[in-house]
């Protein structure tokens, strides 16, 4: 498999409809979840949405809150081997929870999910500043 360049990896990412979100545990330890996202420049934006949760108080939430150190994964398998890829965005992020600034972010998620011009979601939105594209 060949190595993506930085814009490679973005595009690829940007183009793919799910990545897992990585924060990181209070004692260290990995936490990883599916996430729906929108991307602007080296921006990834992530809200909480209606899907089913076991809880509105998110571990993904408080992981940043401590540590705004932050990975997202997006890839693609086939039975192919030769098509397959990973691209990969490591930031910082924080959570926004006043209705101006997650305007913005809602309104691109929106434009990229039809569920979500039906039923927008109520937020907090994680804003993550990307620091690198691998």
Known sequence: MTQLTAGEARARFAAAPVARLATITP?????IVPVT???????VFVAVDAKPKSTRDL??????????RVALLAD????????LWWARADGEAR??????????????????YRQY???PPAGPVITVTVLRWS
């Open 59 to 68: 571990a993904r939430l408080r992981n940043i809150s401590a540590n705004p």
């Open 95 to 112: 959570v926004v929870s006043a209705q101006a600034e997650m305007a913005w972010p809602i309104t691109l998620l929106a434009r990229r």
């Open 27 to 31: 004692d260290g330890g990995p936490h």
């Open 76 to 83: 693609h398998y086939e039975e192919d081997w030769a098509a």
């Open 37 to 43: 996202f929108a991307i602007e420049d080296d921006r």
């Open 117 to 119: 011009r039906a039923a």
